[in-house]
């Protein structure tokens, strides 16, 4: 048998499906720590059948489900399949190829399957019986099982050698025999108990049943009799029964008559009912579209207002636009004069820079004439004429900067007068905003004033609106409840006023007292009073003294009964009051119950009579306590608080509670106390009513306060005054930044003013000192001949005349600059001017038009608010309508409700009386019934099914019964029998047979199951003794050839007495030591031991596939090659699956998969077949 491969699916680490292959001998696993490489030994054991958390590491077998990372899902399930190839026919199937596969999903559910079709684990686990594999066999060895192999850890080895020795199965066999053997004696010991415990009762039982015989045979005689006694009584009850149900039979149909009446009246009330409501919806929808219409009146008359608020609001913007359009225009006016003045300047300016300009040119030519004159003459003085010419070019410089200087300055003066122009405008167009700001701010402070406090005025209004409304809600509630309440008490009031005033209840003869005796006699049921609560129990104590009249004196009493007794009206029973006068009562404190006498309320006059009837009387405080009933002493009475129970006086009665119990006693007072309740509720309704009324009017008022439209309009003149008031702060903060601006202006201009004017007398000096240093030169020049000198001064002149004409034109020229540059600012304010009339008439434009279409509006909002006025009157007369009809209905169904009361009157009248009639009849159906339970329980009888003998038709009652009496005393007089004593004398006789089979059996079983075990424990000796002799001398050989021959290795039972039960130890002596035990050896030697005990096991019975999981962790280089070299030796009969970090061990397997993890949490596998490489010739270039 050969493992092909292995699919994972979400188990643990391996998220998605990988498939392992195992073709080879030798497969390697590698990884880096925590990649997931013991997860796929895992997943074998897991498949294999492997039932504990601990061995998977795990602490509950869910978490075998991948749980999912940052980028994926949890899985579903996790999903495992091993698939073998049965080569050798090891497994017992006839399938060449096998697959085994588990699931589990993450709702518990878990399933085993068998080539695809699901299976037990019992079903697995015994295919693979004996094999060498399992979850726990020593098929898969991780590093820790190593150890604990070595410290025989809950009997390691053991299971290692039953497992390799197949005898498994039969410790499993011996284990379950082992167990049916003690269950077999713990059930024969049970039968031997129970045949001794039948044997005792069975002779018992045999006495018994004699004397039962001769006590049935009397019963029977006594049954004869008894059944035929009971026929008799029950045919006579029989008919007197017939002629009360005819009885009841012509009331019920009165009372049919009675219900039909009141049937019909409730139809007509449902219907009238149907109709009101019907009625009732209609003015609730026809007062909402009255609501409607008011909420249109209130909208229209809001828009009305907010229209004509706005209106006045634009016009009032109309005006503050028209006035700063008005103040536009007469700057416009003002630019405008100035424009043209700075244009007649700049003409004149321009003129004079021409005439200027021409001068120079004039001068300019004479200059020119004079200079080439003087060229033709300066040759002889060239020098001094250079020096000369050089000086009056710098005096000319000089001049010229003097002129500019000048020039600016008269700019600089210039510019300022024109800032501070502009600033005083500034400054008045700032006060106009400056006012208009503070008008803007003081309309909206007010405006905020009144907004909150009609704000806080709307608030309080609604909340005081919706108080009022819970307050009606929780009124009318109430309304209805009182009224509900009262029509109950008053229907209970006419009731019980009408069952007094007919006396119902009461015998013939207190009707006729009642009504041809004295009036002022009472009755004692109408004398006392007790709370609801109380009724029954008392009513039971003193029912039979109800119906008393109590009297002063014996002769009311005589007189009463003489009436009686000449008019044959009955007997009737009184109380003489005379007879009760020193009577009292102080009633002594029992645990559990309370005094009767302090539940009542009576008058004192009638005090004495209650003291007396009612002495030694307690109530049950709580029904438990019934149980315990006879713990109190015979000379007080117990009631229950139910009435449900009475002791008086050695004396015991009780049962259930009838409806009607409790309903005789203080019927007068509690009418008194109905009529006082009914007045009360009656106030309260009227109160109720009044408050609900005054609570609607209230509602009204609220509504009709309503300022939430007036409030809207306020905010929205809020808004735009907000606008208005953004608008001129921004306006302010412009002419303001303007004004600064200009002011900084000047400030830089009179700066410049002082350093030009500095420049200009520094200009001054130096030009005066140049003039000097040029009369030096003329004089040095005075020896030249005259006419150079006339030249000379001639040119001089002219160049002085011509310096001066270009500075005058320089100053034209500035001028002319100066006026064009205030005329073009003049221009940009004059633009700027238009455009702000443009754009401040464009919104005067739209302000009319505004309040144009806002009076429109108006004036149409106002036309239908005077059609929606009128129809509102129409509807308030056709609701008035609505409301007269729906009350008339209104009156109409309480009409008919007070009809059905009455009805409901006199069908209680008739009901009680059938009810009367009924309790005879109930009383001879009880004879009745009881004659036929006696039958059916004493005799076990149906008398509707027993048929007497013809003759016995005639016979005397009386004579039967006596001869039934008879046979009932003998029987009474026999003594004790056992009834059951036949049925359980054979029934015991039949189960002790039954049980002595049962012992026989037992005893069978039992030497069955101890041949059993012999053969078990003989077999399984045998077998283990083989096998462990076999794996000893193996164990000797591998071990030696891990080490060395002279190494000494042994295996030895503790016990050979008890072989299948005592522990193996493992001697291990490699050369040169002395180890006391394998302990204290090395991680390396231990290792190795162990190593050299499993292919012992091996050699044995090799298993198909063997899987360490880090075994060789401990061995050195040394020690690998030797594991290296046994593996490969044992690959030749199984295949090999080593997880490793070692490199020597991966350089020896046949294939090598790599677990890595491409992204966090999720293992994936890839392989390498090392035999295409040659590793001596990788590792040489690796060592080059």
Known sequence: MRLKNLTIKGFKSFADETVIHFNESITGIVGPNGSGKSN????????????????????????????????????????????????????????????????????????????????????????????????????????????????????????????????????????????????????????????????????????????????????????????????????????????????????????????ASINLTEAQIEASKKSHLDQEKHLSEFQKKVNEVLDVIRSLESTIQITEQKQTMQQHQLEMLEQSIGQTKLKLSELTADSEKLMRELETSKLDFLSAELSLKQVEETYLSKQEEFNKIKSGVDQFQQE?????????????????????????????????????????????????????????????????????????????????????????????????????????????????????GFPESIKFLNQNWRKDIPILSDLIYTDEKYRAAIELYLENYLNFYVVHTEDDAIKAIRLLFNHSKGKANFFILDKFRNSQSTPKPIVGCTPALSFIEVSDKYAPLFNELLQNVYVLEQEQHLEDINRFPDEISVISLTGSILKAHKMLSGGSVGLFEGKKLGRKKNLEKLEIEINKLDEESIELSRKLSELKDKLRAFELQDQSAQLEILRTRQTELLQQLTHTQTRKQHLLDLENELKTRIQANEVKLIEFASRLQTGQQDIAVARDQLSLLSGSLSSSDDEFNRISQELSEVSNLFNQTKIELLKWENRYNNILKDSKAKSDQHLEAENFIRNEQQKVDELKNSITQLIVENESAKQILVEKLAFRKTMDSDLSDLERSYYETRNLITEMESQVRLHQKNLHELQSKVNAIRDQKAEWRFKLQSAIEKARIEFHTELDQYKPEESGEEADLEQLQEKANYYKTRIENYGEVNPLALEAYEEMKSRMDKIQEQKQDILKAQDSLLETIQEIETTATAGFMQAFNQVRVHFQAVFRSLFTDDDDCDLVLEDELDPLECDIDIVAKPKGKRPKSISQLSGGEKTLTAIALLFSLYLLKPAPFCIFDEVDAPLDDINIEKFNTIIRKFSRDSQFILITHNKLTMADVDVLYGVYMEEPGISSVTAVDFRKYSHEIELEEMAN
């Open 40 to 259: 796929i030994v895992d997943a074998i054991r897991w498949v294999l059948g492997e039932q504990k958390g601990r061995e998977l590491r795990l602490e509950q077998m869910s978490d075998v489900i991948f749980n999912g990372t940052k980028r994926r899902k949890e899985a579903p399930m996790a999903q495992v399949v091993l698939n073998f190839e049965n080569t050798k026919n090891l497994l017992p199937t006839e399938y060449q190829n096998i697959e085994i596969a588990r699931l589990l999903y993450r709702s518990g559910d878990s399933e085993y399957r068998l080539n695809g079709v699901a299976c037990r684990l019992k079903d697995i686990t015994g295919l693979f019986l004996d094999t060498g594999v399992g979850s726990d066999s020593y098929a898969i060895i991780a590093l820790n099982m190593v150890e604990d192999l070595l410290s025989n850890k809950e009997s390691a080895r053991r299971k290692m050698f039953e497992q390799a020795a197949g005898i498994s199965k039969y410790k499993a066999r011996k284990r379950e025999s082992l167990n049916k053997l003690k269950a077999t004696k713990e059930d024969l010991a049970r039968i031997e108990d129970l045949l001794f415990e039948i044997n005792n009762n069975l002779q018992e039982l045999e006495k018994q049943a004699k004397r039962t015989k001769r006590f049935n045979e009397l019963k029977e005689k006594y049954k004869s009799f008894g059944v035929f006694v009971q026929y008799l009584t029950a045919k006579t009850l029989q008919e007197k029964l017939e002629e009360i149900e005819s009885s009841i039979q012509g009331e019920l149909i009165r009372i049919t008559e009675e219900d």
């Open 388 to 504: 000369k010419h050089r000086m009056e070019t710098g005096i000319f410089d000089l001049e010229k900067s003097q002129a500019i200087f000048e020039n600016q300055i008269e700019n600089l003066k210039s510019d300022n007068f024109r800032c501070a122009d502009e600033i005083q405008s500034r400054v008045d167009e700032l006060k106009l905003v400056n006012v208009q700001g503070e008008e803007l701010a003081g309309r909206l402070s007010s405006l905020d004033v009144e907004i909150n406090t009609l704000q806080s005025e709307e608030t309080n209004r609604v909340s005081a609106y919706k108080d009022v409304q819970h307050q009606i809600e929780s009124i009318s509630d109430k309304y209805s409840s009182v009224n509900r309440l009262k029509d109950a008490r008053t229907n209970e009031y006419e009731l019980l006023k009408s069952m007094i005033d007919k006396m119902e």
